[in-house]
């Protein structure tokens, strides 16, 4: 299963509201989380079961969709809100991740 | 506290061997599924492979089957990753992730820090 996120790059401001898709090459129900990657970090968890916000993930991240379709959106940018962010399908048991979407400061 | 360690990276030559360990502690790590993820220089993430909490099965991503085993010693709170006739192409920082639960179809939780892995001559 192929993943296929857009943008690839982003440049927004703070306070901004932006989306990031992943789309997926068959169904994959809501087997999707998306993760936050800044350099030289581990991924850390945001959103599983494609909309499931995880513990400690401030509230202004949010994801939606299922089947093909996959959104993550970021109310109201914040400083440290400026990373990579990846999705992740868990539907098979071969997962995959899409190529990432660099968020940047404009 | 929950936490994952790695260890086992280093320079190695393609065709050569290596095995990666992950330590594990703060949680029940029999209860739960465990991966691999690497990552190659200034590249996305890769999935490489999947152990389910009891070890009773294992899946690979098409780049390392055949190449790679996966395991997991219960008892010592560690899995394991061990990299045979490695190429140029797996040069990565190599993740051990834990999953939701010990199952598939669950998103990969806690992460270790990492461990380099450079493959060259």
């Known amino acids: 299963i192929q993943l296929t996120q857009s943008p690839s790059f982003l440049s927004a401001s703070i306070g901004d509201r932006v989306t990031i898709t992943c789309r997926a090459s068959?169904?994959?129900?809501?087997?999707l989380a998306w993760y936050q990657q800044k350099p030289g970090k581990a991924p850390k968890l945001l959103i599983y079961?494609?909309?499931t916000l995880q513990s400690d993930v401030p509230s202004r991240f949010s994801g939606s969709g299922s089947g093909t379709e996959f959104t993550l959106t970021i109310s109201s940018l914040q400083p440290e809100d400026f990373a990579t962010y990846s999705c992740l399908q868990v539907f098979s048991s071969l997962c995959t991740f899409g190529q990432g979407t660099k968020l940047e400061i404009k | 506290q929950v936490q994952l360690v790695e260890s086992g990276g280093g320079v190695v030559q393609p065709g050569r061997s290596l095995r990666l360990s992950c330590a594990a502690s703060g949680f029940i790590f029999s209860n739960f599924a465990m991966h691999w993820v690497r990552q190659a220089p200034g590249k996305g993430l890769e999935w490489v492979a999947v152990i389910l909490f009891d070890g009773s099965n294992k899946y690979y991503a098409e780049s390392v089957k055949d190449r790679f085993t996966i395991s997991r010693d219960n008892s010592q709170n560690t899995l394991y990753l061990e990299m045979n006739n490695l190429r140029a192409e797996d040069t990565a920082v190599y993740y051990c992730?834990?999953?939701?639960?010990?199952?598939?179809?669950?998103?990969?939780?806690?992460w270790g820090q990492g461990t380099m892995v450079t493959v060259s001559s």
């Open positions: 068959q169904d994959i129900r809501s087997d």
């Open positions: 992730a834990r999953s939701l639960s010990g199952w598939l179809h669950d998103a990969f939780e806690i």
């Open positions: 079961a494609a909309s």
